[in-house]
C-alpha cells in the first residue's frame, strides 16, 4: 500500500483510538499527525505490519500528551469535560464496547484513571489487544499491564455510566426534554428529569457558565429554565447525535455555535445533562466524522 493510502485508510481507527484516550479532538487529531510525521522518517520497508507499528507509536505519544494534560486539567477554569464529537454517521459495525467508549460520561470516569491506567485499559478492554500487544506497545512486560488493567477495571466497576440503548425511548425522552425547554413547561421538565440528575456545564473561563455542578431536579429545572429565557429570539437549535447519545446544538443567528448539550438517558429519565460552551472545543462539531471506531486492523 502507498502512503497516501496508507494514511486516508489508518487515519480514523487511529483517531478513534487518540481520541478515547485523550478526551480532547484536536489532541487527537495532532496524535495521529505526529504519528505519521514518525512514519514518514523511517524505512517503511523494513516494516511488516505499518498498522501496528502505527498503533504502538500512536500510544506511546497519546500517554505522554495523558500525563502533560494532567495538570492543565487540574488547573481548568470551572468544570472539565471532554471536547464533544459528532457521531450521526458512527460505523453500524462498531460493537459494544467500542460504542459505549464514546460516551461523555465515560470519558469523565477515566480521567480519574491514572494515564498508564487509561491506556491500558482502552487497548485491552476496548481495542481488543492482547496483553501482550499492549505491553510492546507502552513499553511494559506482559504481567504489569494484566496488573495494571485489572486494577483500572477495579476503579471503574462501581462508577461505570449506565445509558438509554433503546433509540426510540431515547428519541422520546430528547422529545419530550425539549418541548418542555422550550415550552417553559415546569412539571413536564421535572417528569422527564430523574430525581437525582446531574447538570455540568463547561465554560473553560474563556465563557460564561454554571460554574459549579448542579443537582437534583428541582435545581437542575430552574436552571434550564434560567438559560432558557436567556436565549435570544433569533437562536434556533439542532438535534444531533453526540458521542453516541442524544444531543443538541444551540446556534446563534448567525449560525455560529454557541453551546452543544449532551443528555444522558437511563429508563426514560435524563440522569445527567452536559453543556459545552468553551469555544474551543466546538470548532470541531460542524465536521461529520464516521471514523470514531478505532477498530484494530
Not at 487529531?29 to 501496528?52: H, K, M, S, T, Y
Not at 458512527?90 to 460504542?99: G, Q, V
Not at 474563556?206 to 437534583?216: C, E, F, L
Amino acid at each position: 500500500m502507498d502512503a497516501e493510502g496508507l494514511i486516508a485508510g489508518e487515519r480514523p481507527r487511529l483517531f478513534g483510538i487518540a481520541y478515547r484516550m485523550l478526551g480532547e479532538a484536536g489532541e487527537a487529531e495532532d496524535a495521529v499527525q505526529e504519528a505519521f510525521l514518525r512514519w514518514a522518517q523511517v524505512d517503511q520497508a523494513e516494516i511488516d505490519n505499518p498498522a501496528g507499528w502505527l498503533t504502538t507509536v500512536l500510544s506511546r505519544i497519546c500517554l505522554d500528551r495523558l500525563k502533560s494534560a494532567q495538570h492543565r486539567r487540574e488547573t481548568y477554569v470551572g468544570p472539565w469535560l471532554p471536547e464533544p464529537v459528532a457521531t450521526d454517521m458512527l460505523d453500524p459495525a462498531d460493537d459494544a464496547a467500542l460504542a459505549d467508549s464514546l460516551n461523555l460520561a465515560f470519558l469523565v470516569v477515566l480521567e480519574r484513571l491514572s494515564p498508564l491506567e487509561r491506556a491500558a485499559f482502552l487497548l485491552h478492554d476496548v481495542f481488543g489487544y492482547t496483553h501482550g500487544e499492549v505491553a510492546a506497545m507502552l513499553e511494559r512486560t506482559p504481567a504489569a499491564v494484566r496488573q495494571v488493567a485489572t486494577r483500572a477495571r477495579g476503579h471503574l466497576a462501581a462508577e461505570r455510566p449506565r445509558y438509554e440503548r433503546d433509540a426510540a425511548r431515547r428519541e422520546a425522552v430528547t422529545g419530550a426534554f425539549m418541548d418542555a425547554v422550550t415550552g417553559a413547561d415546569l412539571d413536564a421538565l421535572m417528569a422527564v428529569l430523574a430525581p437525582d440528575v446531574v447538570f455540568v456545564s463547561d465554560g473553560g473561563g474563556v465563557v460564561t457558565a454554571v460554574r459549579h455542578p448542579q443537582h437534583g431536579a428541582d435545581r437542575v429545572a430552574q436552571v434550564l429554565l434560567s438559560l432558557a429565557r436567556l436565549h435570544p429570539a433569533g437562536w434556533g437549535f439542532r438535534a444531533r447525535e453526540l458521542n453516541g447519545e442524544p444531543g443538541l446544538t444551540i446556534h446563534r443567528e448567525d449560525g455560529t455555535i454557541d453551546s452543544a448539550w449532551i443528555l444522558h438517558a437511563v429508563d426514560r429519565r435524563i440522569v445527567r445533562i452536559d453543556v459545552l460552551r468553551n469555544p474551543a472545543k466546538l470548532a470541531g462539531l460542524d465536521v461529520g466524522d464516521g471514523g470514531l471506531s478505532g477498530r484494530r486492523p
